[in-house]
């Protein structure tokens, strides 16, 4: 699934930071996030159970923080996150979502956010350096590809 991701990405990195930048949609939505106050939100304990595909993803996202190389840099950040990182790679209960925990979990999803809106924006800037990044309109119709050069 993440090469499927990885592949996507690639080919529409252009649309998706369009979209990711749009100054209607997607900015303001943005912003909101970061200024919400989270500390005013009163966290209610899901009455829902946990399903096996549900703590899968949950695994997938925590491993994240011992398979990167951000891991030491997030430590600090995340602290509280990293101690469920720590408890899950011990076989020990952990939990991602909990009163102690949502506060982190929201700068987690800023921080992911702002990270991958710079990395688009990186991976545009240089295509743009190496004068890939256009293909004539009058091959567009067709399944060919000019790159400028």
Known sequence: MLNL??????????????????SSFSVPYQDIL???????????ASSVEAKPMMIESDQL???????TNLDVAL?????????QV????????????NGNIYQEFHKLLCTLLDSFRRSLQ???DARGQMGNSKVS????????HVWDT
């Open 5 to 22: 991701s990885s592949y996507v990405i690639a080919a529409c990195y252009r649309k998706i930071l369009h979209w990711f930048s749009h």
């Open 34 to 44: 970061k200024c919400l106050d989270i500390t005013t939100v009163i966290f209610h």
């Open 61 to 67: 996202l925590l491993s994240l923080f011992t398979t």
């Open 75 to 83: 430590i600090p950040a995340f602290p509280k996150l990293h101690q």
């Open 86 to 97: 720590n408890s899950m790679e011990l076989k020990q209960p952990w939990v991602l979502y």
């Open 122 to 124: 990186a991976l545009s």
């Open 137 to 144: 309109v009058a091959d567009q119709s067709s399944s060919r």
